[in-house]
Nanobody, 119 residues
Framework: QVRVVESGGGLVQPGGSLRLSCEAFGSNSVIYNMGWYRQAPGERRGLVAAMHSGGHTEYAEFAKGRFTISRDNAKNTVYLQMNSLKPEDTAVYYC?????????????WGQGTQVTVSS
């Protein structure tokens, strides 16, 4: 059983920065893919950024140029550096750990961390 724990959310002014951290506990190997998703009130959860254990990254359009994802494979930890934050970035940010194929039960989620961008 994998447990995913996020930290680093909070209140920040527009134009400010935040760094989110996420650690996955309980895996005996490097996790296949780790990423960040977000969900604002009334909206569906969607991808922010993800990073494969081999280094390949994927970003949502709104995240390109402002957010940077990084990983420490030895610790099964993923980070999200968010710069130039906007009020529309306000959401609950969730960390995902994907253990990869051929597992059927492969996706694990954290409890979410609130990010609020407001003056």
């Amino acid at each position: 059983q994998v447990r995913v724990v996020e930290s680093g959310g909070g209140l920040v002014q527009p134009g400010g920065s935040l760094r989110l951290s996420c650690e996955a506990f309980g895996s005996n190997s490097v996790i296949y893919n780790m990423g960040w998703y977000r969900q604002a009130p009334g909206e569906r959860r969607g991808l922010v950024a993800a990073m494969h254990s081999g280094g390949h990254t994927e970003y949502a359009e709104f995240a390109k140029g402002r957010f940077t994802i990084s990983r420490d494979n030895a610790k099964n930890t993923v980070y999200l550096q968010m710069n130039s934050l906007k009020p529309e970035d306000t959401a609950v940010y969730y960390c995902n750990a994907d253990l990869g194929p051929p597992l059927v039960l492969r996706d694990y989620w954290g409890q979410g961390t609130q990010v609020t961008v407001s003056s």
